[in-house]
């Protein structure tokens, strides 16, 4: 199975800071990489696909990057509903597996 | 606008069997691929089965191999899964997708499964 390691496992921001996410994929998987945010007793909604792609109705502060083993979510200027769990998911080879997991607070 | 509404879970013994539901609506259900996965309480997301638009393909994680089936009714615009010879590791918040590009690019609010005797 692909392992996805995110990191931090945590991560506390002040309003209108940039944040940086990292997924890290145990083999290359291409730019097959998508990003969640889930927000408490929610279920997950689809941020980011195919590496970098914005999904339809997610605000422009989101933006993905990398490719191959490296990626990353980027939020630039946090705002208070951004606060979240932001899982990476990979969707080159079954089974399709996620990373464990980064908890974003506000500070 | 497009909704998935799972249902069937609740409390049931180890060994025992359940059907999960997922009422699709505000799309063309026999376009997409649809699929299974599931949290357990204060973890991570796993992916659980995939089928295709059409039935004809489906995909399993190894550990539910052999004792869930994942199924569909176009004509309904209902997928389901059946879980057979449950186990306790089993327990989790059931989440139906629908498959877009190989994302899951809309999620039911999920079904709480509970394992336990």
């Known amino acids: 199975d692909i392992q996805m390691t995110q990191s931090p496992p945590s991560l506390s921001a002040s309003l209108g800071e940039t944040i940086s996410i990292e997924c890290l994929a145990s083999e290359g998987i291409y730019s097959n990489l998508a990003w969640y945010q889930q927000k408490p007793g929610k279920s997950p909604q689809l941020l980011i696909y195919?590496?970098?792609s914005l999904q339809d109705g997610v605000p422009s502060r989101f933006s993905g990057s990398g490719s191959g083993t490296q990626f990353s979510l980027k939020i630039s200027s946090m705002q208070p509903e951004d606060e979240a769990d932001y899982f990476c998911q990979q969707s080159y080879k079954f089974p399709y597996t996620f990373g464990a997991g980064t908890k974003l607070e506000l500070k | 606008e497009v909704q998935l509404v799972e249902s069937g879970g609740g409390l049931v013994q180890p060994g025992r069997s359940m059907k999960l539901s997922c009422a699709a609506s505000g799309f063309t259900f026999n376009n997409y691929d649809m699929a299974w996965v599931c949290q357990a309480p204060k973890k991570g997301l796993e992916w659980v089965a995939t089928?295709?638009?059409?039935?004809?393909?489906?995909y399993y994680r190894d550990s539910v191999k052999g004792r869930f089936t994942i199924s569909r009714d176009n004509a309904k615009s209902t997928l389901y899964l059946q879980m057979d010879s449950l186990r306790s590791e089993d327990t989790a918040t059931y989440y139906c997708?629908?498959?877009?590009?190989?994302?899951?690019?809309?999620w039911g609010p999920g079904t709480m499964v509970t394992v336990s005797s």
């Open positions: 997708a629908r498959l877009r590009y190989w994302y899951f690019d809309f």
């Open positions: 089928i295709s638009y059409d039935g004809s393909s489906t």
């Open positions: 195919g590496a970098s």
